[in-house]
């Protein structure tokens, strides 16, 4: 059973920093793409940003910028680091992996909650 653990959620003030970190749990074989998502209050959930197996990154408008996403494959972990959040930076956010088991699959985490005070 895989099992993405997400961490570093929390309460910030508008231009401050968070960094979040999601480790894969399980018995896995290898991870291709990983990658953010978040879940603004009353919106659909949307792509932050997305990193491959050798490091190609892919990020969102708004996140241009402002966040990095890194991994480390000797951990199976991901990260996202936040700088100059906005209150409209306040969302659930998720980690999400495409991870083979033998049988390569899509994975979610439990999310976790980023709240940024104006």
């Known amino acids: 059973q895989v099992q993405l653990v997400e961490s570093g959620g929390g309460l910030v003030q508008a231009g401050g920093s968070l960094k979040l970190s999601c480790a894969a749990r399980?018995?896995?074989?290898?991870?291709?793409?990983m990658g953010w998502y978040r879940q603004p209050p009353g919106s659909q959930r949307e792509l932050v940003a997305a990193?491959?197996?050798?490091?190609?990154?892919d990020y969102a408008d708004f996140a241009r910028g402002r966040f990095t996403i890194s991994r480390d494959n000797a951990k199976n972990t991901v990260y996202l680091q936040m700088n100059s959040l906005k209150p409209e930076d306040t969302a659930v956010y998720y980690c999400?992996?495409?991870?083979?088991?033998?049988?390569?699959?899509?994975?979610w985490g439990q999310g976790t909650q980023v709240t940024v005070s104006s």
């Open positions: 999400n992996a495409l991870i083979h088991t033998g049988v390569p699959a899509r994975y």
């Open positions: 399980g018995s896995i074989s290898g991870i291709n793409i």
């Open positions: 990193i491959s197996s050798v490091d190609d990154t």
